[in-house]
């Protein structure tokens, strides 16, 4: 079992965004299911508790239109662009919004913002990382937190992936791990 420390510990949540679910222009298989263990997640004592979002302008250089391998996604205001519904989103402190540029692309939360300083300012030291997707920026922002300096946990249960082809997340998992990332299930997380 692992204690939440309040302050030194982080949950963060990566793009649980109506895209990224069941009926989004992106949909992540199941990428719903990781809604109410994040819920869960929610009810232990966390101070910092931040979302990432995928935040494109309508021409984003990630789009097909404009050479991208993804079709329009996660476009600044618009409803695919909000956090699921059912995200007990009165928890989160601090969103962060990435790739807000037409041409910057950024799986990771930590790409071209400043979380890493502002967890770091916070005295945070351990980072569980949650949400959508597993093999994309989840991956990204879990490997991007090591490197910054964070002990870094992804939440199993709590992320899933795109699995564009077999093997994908697998291979994500692996590429975590060889980072230095750990894994732990939901349920060993307790207050
Ligand atoms: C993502 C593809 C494109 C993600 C974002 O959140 O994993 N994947 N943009
Ligand atoms: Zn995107």
Same mark, same amino acid.
């Given at each position: 079992?692992?204690?939440?420390?309040?302050?030194?510990?982080?949950?963060?949540?990566?793009?649980? @965004?109506?895209?990224?679910?069941?009926?989004?222009?992106?949909?992540?298989?199941?990428?719903?299911?990781?809604?109410?263990?994040?819920?869960?997640?929610?009810?232990?004592?966390?101070?910092?508790?931040?979302?990432?979002?995928?935040?494109?302008?309508?021409?984003?250089?990630?789009?097909?239109? @404009?050479?991208?391998?993804?079709?329009?996604?996660?476009? @600044?205001?618009?409803?695919?662009? =909000?956090?699921?519904?059912?995200?007990?989103?009165? @928890?989160?402190?601090?969103?962060?919004?990435?790739?807000?540029?037409?041409?910057?692309?950024?799986?990771?939360?930590?790409?071209?913002?400043?979380?890493?300083?502002?967890?770091?300012?916070?005295?945070?030291?351990?980072?569980?990382?949650?949400?959508?997707?597993?093999?994309?920026?989840?991956?990204?922002?879990?490997?991007?937190?090591?490197?910054?300096?964070?002990?870094?946990?992804?939440?199993? =249960?709590?992320?899933?992936?795109?699995?564009?082809?077999?093997?994908?997340?697998?291979?994500?998992?692996?590429?975590?791990?060889?980072?230095?990332?750990?894994?732990?299930?939901?349920?060993?997380?307790?207050?």
């Amino acid at each position: 079992m692992t204690t939440v420390h309040p302050d030194n510990d982080a949950l963060i949540v990566v793009d649980v @965004q109506n895209d990224f679910c069941p009926g989004g222009a992106l949909a992540v298989p199941d990428g719903g299911a990781v809604v109410p263990v994040i819920d869960l997640l929610l009810e232990l004592p966390w101070k910092t508790v931040v979302a990432t979002r995928d935040w494109h302008p309508a021409n984003h250089v990630s789009f097909k239109e @404009q050479g991208g391998p993804w079709p329009p996604h996660c476009v @600044q205001t618009t409803r695919g662009a =909000d956090l699921h519904p059912g995200l007990r989103s009165e @928890q989160i402190t601090h969103i962060v919004s990435k790739a807000a540029t037409a041409n910057a692309e950024a799986y990771s939360g930590f790409e071209g913002t400043s979380l890493s300083k502002y967890l770091h300012t916070l005295g945070v030291r351990r980072v569980f990382v949650t949400g959508l997707a597993t093999d994309y920026c989840v991956k990204a922002t879990a490997i991007d937190a090591k490197n910054d300096g964070f002990e870094v946990y992804v939440v199993v =249960d709590a992320v899933r992936g795109v699995e564009a082809s077999p093997g994908d997340v697998e291979r994500a998992l692996e590429e975590m791990s060889s980072a230095g990332v750990a894994f732990i299930a939901s349920s060993s997380l307790h207050a």
